[in-house]
Nanobody
């Protein structure tokens, strides 16, 4: 079993930055691919970013390219999401998730082996 805990959320002004962390504990020996998914009030969940176990391959949606950066430190069992130039519409709960299968932009918990509790990001105008 792997337990994921997100942190680093908070209140930030528009065009500001935040760095989210997702710490994994438990049976972290498996080479999990990691993703970040966000869920804004009244909206569907959205895929944000993904990273392979090695960190050599990353994926973003078009709106995040150039502003967000996903990275990982396997020695610390932690994945990061650096978010820059944040927009008010990116206010959401941000979740990290892990799966052993190939990376997928799925937004559904059932498609992942592990899913965190989320961290709130609020971007003010």
């Amino acid at each position: 079993q792997v337990h994921l805990v997100e942190s680093g959320g908070g209140l930030v002004q528009a065009v500001g930055s935040l760095r989210l962390s997702c710490a994994a504990s438990g049976r972290t020996g498996r080479r999990n691919k990691m993703v970040w998914v966000c869920h804004a009030p009244g909206k569907d969940r959205e895929f944000v970013a993904a990273i392979t176990w090695s960190g050599n391959s990353t994926h973003y949606t078009d709106s995040e390219k150039g502003r967000f950066n996903i990275s990982r430190d396997n020695a610390k069992n932690t994945v990061y999401l650096q978010m820059n130039s944040l927009k008010p519409e990116e206010t959401a709960v941000y979740y990290c998730a892990a799966r052993r299968a190939e990376i997928s932009p799925s937004i559904y918990e059932k498609d992942y082996d592990y899913w965190g509790q989320g961290t709130q990001v609020t971007v003010s105008t």
